[in-house]
């Protein structure tokens, strides 16, 4: 069941996801040469809870058996698609890209988003993948209307992706969200042909694509968290949370 928030809800959700948007934006100043992605993570929980935030990630889930996942952020670098462990043994080097996503609960309400960064100066290959991941949940987001279709968001994305020459991993969606981090819908980013749900106003929806410069296929490490390309090619990921409104909608992951 897709669940309609109230006013207050919406409210309380802007709060969580405008935590998460700061941390984005602040974060991008200290992703250099050199700093390790446990760095990253040690920053970004102080500033979280800082912010009277708690990060909604550390101790969630552990599927097949495996330990919680351990910390704040998801960091991913290169060929990482989601679900990274920040360590001090991951240095970031010149070139690199890497994927942080942050989930945020205030009041009991959920945010939730990501953003791939390079360090320092990228290929033009992985340039084009990030700005083509970009590209691609801006289209999602467009195509997020009340009375829209929940197919016409994965329309939108792959189209966008495959026209670049780049594929959608599949095994990985977007989400509803709210109380909880994940709720109904499951949000494809892949188009099977499926209309899906009619879209309405007053749902809130995690939006984000992953894609990879190669194959689609992923698998998991024996961590039992980090995401990889089975083909070893780059991964990109960005995620905005959005309000639908009568009006369209509006991201909430944005300070
Ligand atoms: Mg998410």
Request: include cysteine; glycine fraction near 12%.
């Amino acid at each position: 069941m897709i669940l309609l928030k109230t006013d207050r809800e919406l409210e309380l959700m802007r709060e969580a996801n405008r935590i998460v948007a700061i941390i984005l934006e602040e974060i991008a100043a200290r992703i250099r040469p050199g700093v390790t992605t446990l760095e990253l993570d040690s920053w970004a929980e102080e500033r979280i809870t800082g912010l009277k935030g708690l990060p909604s990630f550390k101790g969630y889930g552990g599927r097949n058996g495996a330990r919680p996942f351990p910390a704040t952020l998801c960091t991913s670098v290169n060929q990482e698609v989601v679900h990274g462990i920040p360590s001090a043994a991951t240095v970031l080097s010149e070139g690199d890209i890497i994927g942080i996503d942050v989930g945020v609960i205030c009041q009991g309400y959920n945010g939730d988003g990501a953003r791939t960064y390079a360090v320092g100066s990228v290929t033009p290959q992985a340039r084009r993948l990030m700005e083509t991941c970009r590209e691609s949940l801006r289209l999602g987001i467009e195509a997020a209307q009340s009375g829209n279709h929940l197919g016409d968001i994965a329309k939108a994305v792959d189209g966008c992706v495959r026209a670049a020459g780049f594929s959608v991993v599949r095994d990985l969606s977007g989400h509803g969200i709210g109380r909880n981090m994940h709720e109904d819908p499951q949000i494809l980013n892949y188009y099977d042909g499926r209309r899906g749900p009619r879209l309405k106003s007053r749902m809130t929806l995690a939006i984000e694509p992953m894609i990879n410069a190669g194959s689609w296929e992923v698998c998991t490490l024996e961590d039992g968290w980090t995401v990889v390309t089975g083909d070893g090619s780059l991964s990109a990921h960005y995620e905005h949370t959005v309000a639908l409104t009568d009006n369209g909608p509006e991201i909430l992951t944005r300070c």
